[in-house]
């Protein structure tokens, strides 16, 4: 009996190492996909669209939403959204129109995930990429994006939101303005987090900087232009650095 427990216990004991093995050999595949999209990150300036795929092209959000990812392809700025219908498509239709009128070399980004049955991509994209898991997907936009515009959507894009949100707070990536798009859809869940959670003490007010609240692309513009500015500047330090070395 003695030795079916010891036999047991080394059995067990194997098992949680070659576990252990598993995890640290995903661990450093992660970290060496991440130094490479981070090379790939620090040349090219990339907005995040998050939004409904249920929206109608014929509805005002869809129009407005179309046209800042416009203005975004206008200035050579890429495009991440979820690849599919709705407000992602807007994004990624708007941003390939501004692209092709200025000339510039904008890419559209669609990142798409499995919700039961396959949502069709849209058709507007320059690079696909497929997940399983909300998990990794949420990865790849923070990865890749340096500024994050959420427009109005159901559970998926609050998801969105508060998970960009809390990567901010606790400071698990770089500082990014998160700029959410729609007065009308958006003030009443700040106003109830200002009173609730900031006026409870459950919220630090200044985890509420990050929030920008805008009506207009061209508002949306004007916090996206800043950021954009001072990603062009560490680009020029860095070349200049390399060059020098």
């Known amino acids: 009996m003695s030795n079916e427990k010891d036999l047991g216990k080394t059995l067990r004991r194997r098992r949680r190492h070659r576990l252990t093995q598993r995890l640290n050999l995903m661990r450093e595949r992660v970290r060496l996909l991440e130094l490479e999209l981070g090379k790939y990150t620090n040349e090219h ?9 249920r929206i109608k092209p014929d509805d005002e959000i869809y129009k407005t939403t179309e046209h800042l990812a416009y203005l975004l392809g206008e200035q050579g700025i890429d495009v991440l959204t979820g690849g599919g219908p709705g407000l992602m498509e807007a994004g990624n239709k708007g941003l390939h129109e501004g692209s092709k009128r200025a000339g510039s070399h904008s890419w559209s980004f669609g990142i798409s995930i499995d ?41 998926g894009t609050l998801l969105e939101l ?32 200002n009173d609730k959670q900031v006026g409870g003490g459950l919220v630090s007010p200044e985890d509420m900087r990050f929030i920008h609240i805008v009506d207009t692309p061209e508002e949306a ?21 390399q060059d020098k070395e």
């Open 45 to 53: 300036f990339r907005v995040c669209i998050f939004g409904s795929a």
């Open 162 to 193: 508060f998970f960009s949100w809390q990567l901010l707070q606790v400071k698990h990536m770089p500082k990014r303005p998160l700029i959410l798009l729609n007065k009308n859809f958006w003030q009443g869940i700040i106003n109830w987090m």
């Open 115 to 155: 919700l039961g049955k396959r949502e069709p991509l849209n058709e507007h994209l320059d690079v696909k990429h497929h997940h399983k898991k909300f998990s990794s997907r949420l990865d790849d936009f923070m990865r890749l994006s340096h500024a994050i515009v959420v427009t109005p959507g159901g559970i």
């Open 221 to 241: 513009m004007e916090v996206i232009g800043d950021e954009f500015q001072g990603f062009k500047k560490e680009v020029l330090k860095l070349k200049a650095q």
